[in-house]
């Protein structure tokens, strides 16, 4: 992969505050179409995420022409100058076990295993308290709602298919309606 500049990554993304905000955190809209928080996302996660929709692998009428707008050089930069944002407020730290009388916090930390459903722990794939793991697995906590809610939905319609596991698949078309909310808040507000 190619080597990425922070300083030149700024100056590339000066169309994507639009929609990013100046300060990478991104905006919820819960009456459309929410950007997410792109401070402190693994620089490799973005540049993958920018490659994704710009060869339709995730499908983005609104991203996709900008991500068109960058060449491979600019796509490493960019992702080097959101990765060194920070995230505000802090993505926490401190683990603490799950309360199994918290119907989201358990789907996170152990996931559902009731009859017909077996939906992993996100906390397997995205770290406890949503921190991320990794290169290939990103934070969930501070993310959006509406966002996380657009992109559970996108894998189930099959406008996501990025993931060349299809992890997410699975978890995606596993999920209600109402784990889905549930667990888009549980993530925000962490
Ligand atoms: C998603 C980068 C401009 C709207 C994303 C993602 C990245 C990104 C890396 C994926 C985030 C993730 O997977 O967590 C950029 C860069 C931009 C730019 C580098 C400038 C060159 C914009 C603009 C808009 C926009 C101007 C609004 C018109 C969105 C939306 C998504 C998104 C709606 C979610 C797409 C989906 O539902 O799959 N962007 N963005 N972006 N961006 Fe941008
Ligand atoms: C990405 C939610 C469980 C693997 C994502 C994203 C969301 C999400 C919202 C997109 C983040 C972004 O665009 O910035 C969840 C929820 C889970 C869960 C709510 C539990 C109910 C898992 C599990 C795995 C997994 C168990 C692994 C087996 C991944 C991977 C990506 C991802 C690999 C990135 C895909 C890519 O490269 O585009 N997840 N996840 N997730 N998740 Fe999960």
Known sequence: ALEGDAERGEAAAGTCVACHQADGMGMN???????????GLPAAYIAKQLH???EGRRESPSMMPFANML???????????YAEL???????????????NDEAEWLAERGDWAEGRMIPACSQCHGPNG?????????LAGQHAGYIVS?????????????????MMGV???????????????????
Do not use: C, M
């Open 151 to 167: 992109q559970l939905e996108a894998w189930r319609e099959g406008k996501r298919h990025n993931d060349p596991n299809d992890l």
């Open 71 to 81: 060449d491979d050089q600019q796509i490493a930069d960019v992702a080097a100058y």
């Open 29 to 39: 809209n819960p009456n459309g179409e929410s950007w997410p928080r792109l401070a």
């Open 131 to 139: 921190q991320g793991v990794g290169d290939s697995f990103p934070p």
């Open 86 to 100: 920070e995230p505000w407020p802090e993505l926490p730290t401190a683990y603490h076990a799950a309360d199994p």
């Open 52 to 54: 994704d929709i710009k």
């Open 172 to 190: 995606a078309e596993r999920l209600d309606e109402a784990q889905i909310e549930l667990i888009a808040d549980y993530y925000a507000t962490l």
